[in-house]
């Protein structure tokens, strides 16, 4: 496959900074000398778990690349998170995957949990000892939050969470999972009837089935949890009481969206790569297939694509960065970035006829990689509900002005009363 560029493109000079741009070739000197030689083994070996990777990716400090210095963490931002998730899926959107999977439940960490519930657990993220998961969507309920049917019952001093959540990033890699669980009665709205739990994955009564690979991103776990009365201390509970699903909404606009937004550039940009590459190299004529206009023509579009989504998501997260108003370009980078990937991978398998059909040719591997930046985070349908009330002035919380300058990694007032 042609390379992916050494150095980021021009157009993304304005949202990176001389650290930025290191990180940039750290993520890109990691996934050719890491990534590369395992992704191929996680293709021939679906049912096993990518943990070397992890592992490696934690050692580094990246699973707190927004996590502040107080906790150990980077305290580099939401642009260098996406400079690391991007370069990372340049190589394998699984190990992408991995990376920003815990990103999501640190952002909700850092907004709503305590400073002694930071001081719990960030560390252990920052030094590369706990990788953590969000647990929300269920069996029935999908990503329906509204029909979350996972309960947590106050007893004494505890909570006891019943119920089964799937589709849970990082689920069989994580040592600890914010769990949304329903602690009103029937009929409460929604707004107030959810609550967020930290639940460690050794509390009995918690268990993780086998397991079982997706379409793509092989190797990487989203799997299932169940709960049988897993008692957790009130201490456990991230944020106030019914406060649940604010915890996950701004979750997955300010890390979820962004996050995926990421990935499917990755996998964009390796498209865009392969499919040139491809081209060049094959001979028809007198020169290449690249000579063709008809298939100049479509690859032109492609790059287009390519180009518009790069700048779509370092300019949102760029503005997350600064504090300023953005859930609307967050959720369009998402939604966006997606679907122009999404018609360069299928244009790739046309533009690549019988050779596209090589299963051990990496166009399939992106092909099913990129199916899975759909789902996550509100399919297509519920970003275009977003920015149409934004279209309407009806998107009345922004959580990236709220949250984004949140005291959350400041330490309490040393002052002396």
Avoid at 173 to 186: C, K, M, S
Avoid at 212 to 235: K, M, N, T, Y
Avoid at 257 to 278: D, F, K, M, Q
Avoid at 312 to 341: R, T
Wanted: aromatic share 6%; hydrophobic share 45%.
């Amino acid at each position: 496959m042609h390379a992916t560029p050494a150095t980021p493109p021009p157009a993304l000079r304005p949202y990176l900074t001389a650290r930025h741009e290191l990180l940039w070739n750290e993520a890109d000197a990691f996934a050719a000398e890491h990534v590369a030689p395992r992704a191929v083994r996680m293709e021939a070996a679906p049912g096993m778990v990518e943990r070397k990777v992890a592992d490696l990716m934690a050692a580094r400090g990246w699973f707190a690349v927004t996590v502040p210095s107080a906790f150990g963490g980077l305290g580099a931002g939401h642009v260098a998170k996406t400079v690391l998730i991007h370069r990372i899926a340049c190589v394998s959107a699984a190990a992408a995957a991995i990376l920003q999977a815990t990103l999501i439940p640190v952002g909700a960490l850092l907004h709503f949990a305590t400073y002694e519930q930071k001081g719990r657990w960030l560390p252990g993220v920052a030094d590369g000892s706990l990788l953590l998961s969000i647990a929300v969507t269920e069996p029935t309920a999908g990503g329906h939050i509204g029909g979350i049917e996972t309960t947590a019952e106050k007893a004494g001093n505890h909570w006891l969470i019943t119920g089964s959540k799937i589709h849970i990033g990082n689920s069989h890699l994580a040592g600890a999972h914010l769990v949304l669980a329903r602690t009103a009665e029937a009929g409460v709205r929604t707004s107030q009837a959810l609550t967020a739990f930290m639940v460690e994955s050794d509390r009995h009564g918690l268990s993780v089935p086998a397991h079982r690979p997706g379409l793509g991103l092989h190797g990487f776990s989203a799997g299932r949890l169940d709960l049988d009365h897993v008692r957790v201390p009130v201490d456990n509970m991230i944020g106030e009481l019914g406060q649940g699903l604010n915890v996950a909404q701004s979750s997955s606009i300010l890390y979820g969206r962004p996050n995926l937004a990421a990935v499917s550039l990755g996998i964009h940009e390796a498209v865009a790569a392969t499919t040139a590459s491809y081209l060049k190299a094959r001979p028809r004529y007198r020169g290449s297939l690249s000579d063709l206009p008809v298939l100049r023509d479509r690859v032109g579009d492609m790059e287009a694509r390519l180009r518009a989504a790069r700048i779509l998501a370092y300019q949102a997260v760029h503005l997350l960065d600064q504090g300023l108003s953005c859930d609307a370009d967050l959720i369009n980078a998402k939604y966006l970035g997606h679907q122009w990937a999404m018609q360069s991978v299928q244009d790739a398998m046309e533009l690549h006829g019988a050779q596209a059909l090589d299963r051990d040719y990496i166009l399939q591997r992106l092909w099913r990689d990129i199916q899975h930046t759909y789902p996550p985070a509100g399919t297509g349908e519920v970003q275009r509900i977003r920015l149409a009330d934004a279209a309407f002035d009806d998107d009345h919380i922004q959580w990236s002005e709220r949250l984004a300058r949140a005291t959350a990694w400041a330490q309490p007032d040393p002052t002396p009363a």
